[in-house]
Every structure is written in C-alpha cells, then in structure tokens.
C-alpha cells in the first residue's frame, strides 16, 4: 500500500485544518513533526458502528512501524464510528482520533488476547492470573501520542460491569488505555467513556504527560478510576475532567510482596487544574497498591465536586514501602463526605503470602490553601498501631459543614503533625502552630513539570 510521505502528510493535515480541528501546541510535535500519515480508511477500516476494524488498526499500524527510525508516522482515525478490538501501538507514531471520531470497544471477547498479570501484582485485580489486554495498548515504546481534538474512546463497559458484578469473569477486565515500559508518552484532548474498568493506566514508564482529557462513567460503575500512574517516574497529569465510578487519579506502584521485589517507585508526579466528581470515592487517591514507594507528589488547584474524599492515602500492613513528600494546595471542595481520609487499614491482599512485618512508612504529607464547603467530616485519619503516620501539616483550610455534620469532626489515631488557621479545630495529635504558619510547596520544578 502506498505511504502518505511528506507531499500526502501535508494533504492530510491541510484536510485536518479545514475539518477544524486545532493544533495546540501540545499536539504539534504528534502531528506536524511526523514524516508519514496514514488514513485508516487505507487499510480498509469501515467507521460504521458495526463492522470490526480490528484488523485494519492493526495492519495500519504494523505498516506505520516500519516509519520508527525515519521519521515517524501518524494515524489519522477519520470522522466516523470505528468498532474495534485491541490493538498495539509502535514508537514515534501518533494516533490522532478526529473530533467527530469514536472508537467503540468490541464486545466480542475473542477480539480481546490475555496476557500476563502485572509483575509488580502477583495477579490480576478482578480475579486470579491473566487479564485482557486493554483497548489501545503498547509496550516498550519510544515517543508515542495518542491525542485528538476531543475525539471519542468508548469503551462500552456495561457488559464487563454486569459480569464483574455477577462474578462472571475468568480474568481482570480490560482498560482502555495502557502503556507500559514506555518513555515518552502523550495522552490528550480526548473524551473516554465507560471503561470496562481504568480508564488511562500508565506503567513502568517515564516522561509522561496527560492533558485536556475528559473521563466519563456511571458513578456507580466499578472500579472506573480515571489516571492511574503506576510506577511511573516524571509524570504530568493536567487540564482534565473527571466523572467516575471510583478514583479520578489514583496513583499506585505494585501490591504487596510483589510491588515490593518489583521495587519501582511512582516519583516526580506533578497533579493540577484537576477537576472530579466520584461519589463514592477520592479525587486524588494515593494507594492502595503502593509497594514500591510513592514520593514526590505536588498537586494543586484541583476542584472536587460530590466526592467522598479530596486526597486519600490508603494502605495496610503488608504494603511496606512508603508514601513521602506529598505537597497540595490550592482545593476547592464542594458537598464531600470528608476533606482528609488516611486509612492503614484498607486490607485487600493479593493472596495470604504478604510480609507482616512490611510496615508502610507514611511521612511528610502537606494540604494547604483549602477551601470546601457542605462537609460530613473534616477528616479521618488512622495510622498504624506502633508506627504512626508522621509529619502530616494542614494549613489555611477552612472547611463549612453541611446542615447534619457527623458530632467528632476529626477522628485521629496513630498520627502526627501540625496545623495552622485550620477550621473547625482539628484534633489534639495535630499540633496547633498558630497562624501563619503555612506548610510547605516546594516552588523549585523537577522534570516532570517541563516534560
């Protein structure tokens, strides 16, 4: 099949800006610096809402990889309704899904391969062994985009839901979006919709970026989490809106005796202009599979809207490891269950050969610059008996009760820290500093900031 070199690459995106799509410039190193383009329709996709494309993603794709070391290529998901199975990307290419774009996950479980549990999981999170593939998968890639101008990923869950909800499942439900053993990573200006479970799970990769999504799923959907990084070092999550049935951004780094072998922490992790509703869950969730170590997290200017908790540290014994050097600022809440939820008792074990001496150390966990408003509770904090959760500081956080607040505001054991202008008075195992005392946010900016 013949190429789309630099005379047809230009065609393609002169087509691109006459449909109207917007080149941000986030998007032009997907896009303009990409020496070859292709058409899905070339390799015999049929973007009508019935016909399976999988093997045309797939050719297209193997086609394009031969472009890796000569400058690149990019796939052009024209308008249209693309039902697909999964399929691979390769490096230095670009998946670009237009504005008027949807890919509709298959609901044909032969089009979905199983392929091994995370190393770093022991096993897969729905059921024992293998777990499907996800949607749009890669693995040790190199500079990989995959972006659009609000184009669509629906990943038609309901069935996935109702098997995991009937116990029907033989292997975990797949994802939509996983990269894995990547560098340079670029997910953005997309709409998802109702995954079968994650939506975006990068993993054991660096250098990612993740902007101008907008996630969407029934908030009673399970286990619908938004982002996921996951042993991931220099990553930039920003610019997104989250509707979700559990965790708008949970960040992870392996479960257990396994993360803890695997040992590779989730570090360098920048969250901000975040935006979330999720009921029954966080908007910024730090665990509970957090085995290889969380450190270096910043988030700030991040809204919650209707959500059980704004940032939650979950974890257990077993865990080990820690979670370090978390700095927010900048929250606004609106009608939460509670502001601060730190649990050492969250369970939930891979199997019975978990470590029970592996003590997870929680320390250095900043909030300030906090706004919420119609709160049940200011907070629930419980460490770990004999090793408690230590140098926690809130500051500046002003939290207005809803009409039926719970009687104990703060429920603190096995804790340690320091507050400063907190209102209503927090417990006794939060020092009080007096005003102006403000907890730290580093101002200095590592490599994820600049990816």
């Known amino acids: ?123 897969g999170r729905d059921a024992d062994g293998g777990r499907y593939i996800s949607l749009v998968f890669g693995t040790n890639l190199t500079d990989v985009v995959i972006t659009g101008d609000n184009g669509t990923i629906d990943g038609q869950g309901v069935t996935w839901w109702d098997k995991f909800h009937k116990g029907e499942l033989k292997y975990t439900r797949p994802y939509l979006i996983e990269i894995m053993y990547s560098d340079e990573v670029q997910i953005s200006n997309l709409t998802l919709m109702n995954s079968p479970s994650w939506n975006v799970h990068p993993v054991y990769s660096s250098n990612v970026v993740v902007q101008g999504l907008t996630i969407l799923a029934p908030v009673t959907s399970p286990n619908t989490d938004g982002i996921n990084p996951d042993s991931c070092t220099n990553t930039r999550i920003e610019d997104c809106y989250i509707v979700s049935g559990d965790d708008c951004v949970a960040v992870k780094s ?8 695997f040992g590779m922490p989730t570090k360098q992790l920048v969250i901000r202009r975040l935006t979330c509703i999720s009921p029954f869950s966080a908007v910024i969730a730090l665990g509970s599979e957090m085995s290889g170590g969380i450190e270096d997290v910043r988030a700030e200017d991040i809204t919650g809207i209707d959500s059980e908790s704004a940032v939650r540290i979950k974890t257990a014994v077993g865990r080990g490891n820690y979670i370090k050097d978390v700095y927010v600022r900048g929250m606004t809440m609106k009608t939460m269950k509670m502001v601060f939820w730190m649990a050492g008792n969250y369970g939930s074990h891979p199997d019975n050969d978990y470590d029970p001496n592996a003590f997870p150390v929680i320390q250095n966990i900043n909030f300030r610059d906090i706004i919420a408003e119609n709160v049940t509770m200011a907070a629930r904090l419980e460490g770990i008996p004999g090793h408690p959760f230590s140098g926690i500081c809130i500051s500046n956080a002003t939290i207005g009760l809803t009409q039926k607040p719970k009687k104990i505001q703060w429920n603190c054991t096995e804790i340690a820290g320091v507050t400063s202008n907190v209102t209503p008075q927090p417990c006794n195992l939060l020092t009080d500093q007096g005003p102006d005392n403000a907890c730290n946010f580093p101002e200095d900016s590592f490599s994820s900031a600049k990816v």
Not at 88 to 115: C, G, M, P, R
Not at 254 to 261: C, P, V
């Open 254 to 261: 392996g479960w257990d005796e396994y993360g803890i072998k």
């Open 1 to 123: 099949m013949e190429m789309w070199t630099t005379p047809r690459r230009n065609q393609v995106l002169d087509t691109i800006l006459l449909l109207g799509i917007l080149l941000v410039s986030i998007d032009i190193k997907g896009v303009e610096s990409r020496k070859y383009s292709a058409s899905l329709t070339d390799f015999g996709g049929v973007g009508d809402g019935v016909t399976s494309n999988t093997k045309a993603f797939q050719a297209a794709i193997f086609n394009l990889s031969q472009y890796a070391s000569d400058g690149g290529s990019l796939l052009l998901v024209p308008a249209g309704k693309w039902l697909t199975g999964s399929f691979n990307l390769t490096s230095h290419f670009t998946l670009y899904i237009h504005k008027d774009a949807t890919l509709l996950a298959s609901q044909d479980e032969s089009e979905w391969a199983v392929i091994d549990p995370l190393p770093s999981y022991g096993r």
